[in-house]
């Protein structure tokens, strides 16, 4: 497959574990937004290589086989923050990081919360109407952007993770801002040109 085909593919994969997904709340609004859905997703892979994609794919498709469900572990383990005393009842049932894991995870997250940052002083029309920021923000149903990452990079295989914390390091050395790269990916997939045409700009 061409990487365009490999981003179908994972987005299709992960889109039919998120409409399985059950909520404490009931079925949420966005789980039938399938438009919505594919773009934010795919805005994110497109940065991505094919590697990368073809690593994570696995990672689906092995959950898949087991009866798993990657982006329900995803927002179960942002329930360590959203909702501390649920995620208390259910952590027994993750998978358990390894602690090399666990210390890639946090470095990556602190570089690219600092993109998210930079980001957001630069363009706040956009920053305004996309999640906040910090952990420390977190509320039981409005999850922050770290929290999420920080969910989402758990459910990472070691390789992928190993593929995406390289390939973080090398956009860190050519002074390239992911959240900018994703964020102009996005406003494209709705089309828009520029940050600057963005006024009434609806977010997942």
């Known amino acids: 497959m061409n990487k365009k085909e490999l981003i179908e593919t994972l ?5 039919e574990a998120f ?4 909520n404490v709340g009931g079925r949420a609004a966005c789980q039938n937004d399938w438009p919505t859905f594919n773009i934010m997703r795919s805005s994110q892979y497109m940065t991505w290589t094919e590697e990368m994609l073809e690593c994570y794919i696995r990672d689906f498709k092995e959950a898949n086989a087991q009866g798993w469900n990657l982006i329900t572990e995803k927002y179960a383990r942002m329930m360590e923050s959203t ?8 952590k027994d049932r993750l998978p358990v990081l390894s602690d090399w894991q666990k210390k890639v995870i946090e470095q990556i997250v602190e570089i ?7 980001f957001s002083e630069e ?10 920021i910090h952990t420390s923000e977190d509320q039981p149903y409005d999850t922050s952007y770290e929290t999420y990452l920080r969910g ?13 914390a390289e390939f973080i390091v090398k956009l860190s ?11 102009k990916n996005t406003i494209e997939l709705y089309g828009y040109s520029s940050f600057d045409e963005i006024k009434e700009l609806e977010w997942m």
């Not at 363009?123 to 906040?132: D, E, G, V």
């Open 11 to 15: 987005v299709e994969l992960e889109y």
């Open 19 to 22: 409409d399985k997904t059950r």
């Open 83 to 90: 909702v501390p005393e649920e995620f208390e009842q259910l």
């Open 112 to 118: 690219q919360v600092k993109w998210m940052e930079e």
């Open 123 to 132: 363009h706040p029309n956009i920053s305004s109407r996309a999640r906040l």
């Open 152 to 164: 989402e990079l758990g459910t990472y295989s070691e390789e992928t993770l190993a593929k995406y």
């Open 173 to 183: 050395q050519e002074k390239k801002n992911l959240a900018e790269m994703i964020m």
